[in-house]
Structure formats: structure tokens, C-alpha cells
């Protein structure tokens, strides 16, 4: 198994950071954010990538405070772990 499939899987299985229930997303290699639902949908493209194809995943990360970071494949929403949508 690849390190970019078991870096999706690994977010699949948790989307959220434990302690503190931060939302996390994966960060492409060409510095896409993709959310845990297209990394499921999208895991037998996952698991083949190679780097620079554009689903090569190289980290998770938490969005710590950007309201405005969307899924890069579907649109999703990722969720900030601070700061008020409404702002």
C-alpha cells in the first residue's frame, strides 16, 4: 500500500483530529486540499497516483482558521476548527 492510499485512508477513517475534534483534509502534492469524502470516493485514483498527477496525497493537515478552504475536487466546505463562519 502506497503512502499517499494509507494517508487517505487514514483520513476516511478520521476526519477529525482527537483530542479537539479538528477537521482535518489532505494536501496533494501539487497543493490541492481534498476532503475525507472525495479521498474515500476517489481511493483506486488515490492508491495508483504518482507524483504529479494531481492525486498524489503528501500530508493531512487541520484547517486551523481559514474559512474559506474548499475541497479542491468537489466544492465541499472544510470546515474551520476556529473562528465564526458568519463573520
Known amino acids: 500500500m502506497s503512502k499517499s492510499e494509507q494517508l487517505a485512508i487514514m483520513l476516511v477513517n478520521e476526519p477529525y483530529a482527537w483530542p479537539g475534534g479538528y477537521p482535518k483534509f489532505a494536501i496533494t502534492d501539487d497543493g ?51 473562528g465564526d463562519d458568519n463573520e
Open 32 to 82: 490541492a486540499a481534498l476532503c475525507d469524502i472525495c479521498c474515500g470516493a476517489e481511493s483506486s485514483l488515490i492508491a495508483e497516483s504518482f507524483p504529479g498527477d494531481g492525486w498524489h496525497v503528501v500530508a493531512l493537515d487541520i484547517n486551523w482558521e481559514d474559512p474559506e478552504l474548499y475541497c479542491d475536487h468537489c466544492s465541499h466546505h472544510i470546515e474551520p476548527a476556529y
